[in-house]
T-cell receptor, first 114, second 115 residues
Framework: DQQVKQNSPSLSVQEGRISILNCDYTNSMFDYFLWYKKYPAEGPTFLISISSIKDKNEDGRFTVFLNKSAKHLSLHIVPSQPGDSAVYFCAAGAYGGSQGNLIFGKGTKLSVKP | EPEVTQTPSHQVTQMGQEVILRCVPISNHLYFYWYRQILGQKVEFLVSFYNNEISEKSEIFDDQFSVERPDGSNFTLKIRSTKLEDSAMYFC?????????????FGDGTRLSIL
């Protein structure tokens, strides 16, 4: 049961262009979403989050968009840099929920080419 | 910046043997977690620990698993009798709150290989 789906295992983007990473969820109880970034041989690092009361949250080059009706969120990175090359995990849960209820996707490997 | 540290980075063990994975959480954090990621799969929650006891566990965390905070700094995951399917990356994490709105800090993981 994949409650959080990242359907693209990998994405390749040219430096300076926009990277768009997608995530779909099936559980309508989810109302809080996080993106984590993971470099090889390192643990996931929190990147950005959004609650369902918003449809957009921005932090520097990173913006997360939430489309509740479509149960879809996306992470935009503009402009993309080679240092952004990593695996990006989407995670979802209920706003008042505990960490044990957080569900991760399988991740999308982003490669940003110079 | 404070970080979560895990040892060893890679552990190779014979099937049926016991293994202990070690973690040092961030010192002022109160909540500790273990996750695993089987190759090519998603990160899966195993267990959370607060105030010297398990606060949540998943159905993966069966009787062969146990966690302990043996002293003021270490947090360990013990797998009693390892199976081939226990081969995975194991991540320790800590946070200063139990809610998902308080993001966790992850260690770099221990790769466990069962032969």
């Amino acid at each position: 049961d994949q409650q959080v789906k990242q359907n693209s295992p990998s994405l390749s983007v040219q430096e300076g262009r926009i990277s768009i990473l997608n995530c779909d969820y099936t559980n309508s109880m989810f109302d809080y979403f996080l993106w984590y970034k993971k470099y090889p041989a390192e643990g996931p690092t929190f990147l950005i989050s959004i609650s369902s009361i918003k449809d957009k949250n921005e932090d520097g080059r990173f913006t997360v968009f939430l489309n509740k009706s479509a149960k879809h969120l996306s992470l935009h990175i503009v402009p993309s840099q080679p240092g952004d090359s990593a695996v990006y995990f989407c995670a979802a849960g209920a706003y008042g929920g505990s960490q044990g209820n957080l569900i991760f996707g399988k991740g999308t490997k982003l490669s940003v080419k110079p | 910046e404070p970080e979560v540290t895990q040892t060893p980075s890679h552990q190779v063990t014979q099937m049926g043997q016991e293994v202990i994975l070690r973690c040092v959480p961030i010192s002022n954090h109160l909540y500790f977690y273990w996750y695993r990621q089987i190759l090519g799969q998603k990160v899966e929650f195993l267990v959370s620990f607060y105030n010297n006891e398990i606060s949540e566990k998943s159905e993966i965390f069966d009787d062969q698993f146990s966690v302990e905070r043996p002293d003021g700094s270490n947090f360990t995951l013990k797998i009693r009798s390892t199976k081939l399917e226990d081969s995975a990356m194991y991540f320790c994490a800590s946070s200063d709150g139990r809610r998902i709105t308080q993001p966790q800090h992850f260690g770099d993981g221990t790769r466990l290989s069962i032969l």
